[in-house]
Structure formats: structure tokens, C-alpha cells
């Protein structure tokens, strides 16, 4: 099951770079959490609960950009888990400044292989601090 889970982060980044919401959407639990707390700055809310929630974080977190793009990097299997860094690039909204940066995501999945929970933080040390490898079933 874990390199499904891994194929599917990778289908969902590549169906947010084609905009294709329906993709992205349905691999989301109907009670997915989108969880803030390991970004620090992050102003808005720490949590975001539900199909609702994580459009809502999205709406949040790109409002200030035009011509966001995001790429899945160094993806980590921890069978149940999977931790990604994140390419992101946009420009700044009215003052067109580019902004570039790398933060990582840590996905949890259910065994139908929905995503349960998708936890972000500022780097991909501090999600391996939160989230650290075990000896059975990780693979890279």
C-alpha cells in the first residue's frame, strides 16, 4: 500500500499544476486535516477540517500570489505516511516580486488509501524530527 500512497501525492501535484480540482480533491478523506502548526509565521488558522477546510487553506494560503506552481520533491516512504519536500514559486499579488521557497508536507492515509492528514512544515528536517523514520517499512 505505501507506494500507492506515494503515487498518489505525486498525482496530486501533478493535477494542481493542471488545476484539475476534482483529482486533487478526491483523494482527500471527507475528514482530512490540514495541519499548520509546524510552519511557523503561518498567520492564518493552525487547522483546517474537511474538502472545505483544505479549499478554504488554500484560498488563504494563496491569496497574496498570482502564478503559484508547486513541485513534490524527495519523496519518503514511511508506508502510512509520506513525507515530500515542496518546490513552491509565485509572484508576489500587485508587486509581481517572485517569490521562491522549499517547505515539506507529511501525508498520513487511511487503508483505502485516503489521505487522512497532511501536516506542513518549514522543512524537510523538522518533519522528519516530527515524524522520524522506523525500521519496518520505510523505504526511500
Do not use: C
Not at 503515487?7 to 482530512?32: G, I, K, N, W
Not at 477546510?53 to 506552481?69: A, I, S
Amino acid at each position: 500500500m505505501s507506494q500507492r500512497n506515494v503515487e498518489t501525492v505525486l498525482e496530486v501535484y501533478r493535477a494542481f499544476r493542471e488545476r484539475d480540482r476534482q483529482s486533487v480533491v478526491a483523494v482527500y478523506d471527507s475528514d482530512v486535516e490540514w495541519n499548520m502548526e509546524g510552519y511557523p509565521g503561518w498567520l492564518g488558522k493552525e487547522s483546517y477540517r474537511g474538502v472545505d477546510g483544505v479549499e478554504e487553506f488554500f484560498r488563504d494560503w494563496l491569496h497574496d500570489f498570482d502564478g503559484y506552481e508547486a513541485d513534490a520533491l524527495d519523496v519518503l516512504d514511511l508506508g502510512d505516511r509520506v513525507i515530500v519536500t515542496v518546490h513552491d514559486r509565485a509572484r508576489g499579488k500587485g508587486s509581481g516580486v517572485p517569490i521562491e521557497r522549499h517547505h515539506a508536507q507529511v501525508w498520513s492515509f487511511n487503508e483505502e488509501g485516503r489521505a487522512t492528514r497532511i501536516e506542513v512544515f518549514e522543512s524537510r528536517d523538522a518533519a522528519l524530527a516530527a515524524h522520524p523514520p522506523s525500521d519496518e517499512g520505510a523505504a526511500s
